[in-house]
């Protein structure tokens, strides 16, 4: 298993998760880890990635309220979400990648590797 997602539930709309990203140490070595989600019925949209110097990167429905981060010793990557509205709900996946650049960072099509994804519902 190259990337383990955790750290979904329920919670009410303005409530706060942490979901976690713990990836084998050639995983994490991949210049971006990025977190997607995917809602029933839609496709799966990227929420942000943060690369190996830690430069972030959000999609716009979530800065100022999502907040990624890594811990090297951990191999880990967090995803921190408060203020989450009901329209937040979707399946969160982590996806890390070798080859990933910048130009690609957003497009799911581009990562190989993919945690099993951990399912946050909010509720209103």
């Known amino acids: 298993v190259q990337l383990q997602a955790s750290g979904g539930g329920l919670v009410q709309a303005g409530g706060s998760l942490r979901l976690s990203c713990a990836a084998s140490?050639?995983?994490?070595?991949?210049?971006?880890t990025s977190w997607f989600r995917q809602a029933p019925g839609k496709e799966r949209e990227f929420v942000a990635a943060i690369s190996q110097s830690r430069a972030t990167y959000y999609q716009d429905s979530v800065k100022g309220r999502f907040t990624i981060s890594r811990d090297t010793a951990a191999n880990t990557v967090y995803l921190q979400m408060n203020s989450l509205k009901p329209e937040d709900t979707a399946v969160y996946y982590c996806?890390?990648?070798?080859?990933?650049?910048?130009?690609?960072?957003?497009?799911?099509?581009?990562?190989?590797?993919w945690g099993q994804g951990t399912l946050v519902t909010v509720s209103s």
């Open positions: 140490i050639r995983t994490f070595r991949s210049r971006y």
């Open positions: 996806a890390a990648d070798p080859s990933i650049i910048m130009s690609s960072m957003t497009l799911p099509h581009e990562y190989d590797y």
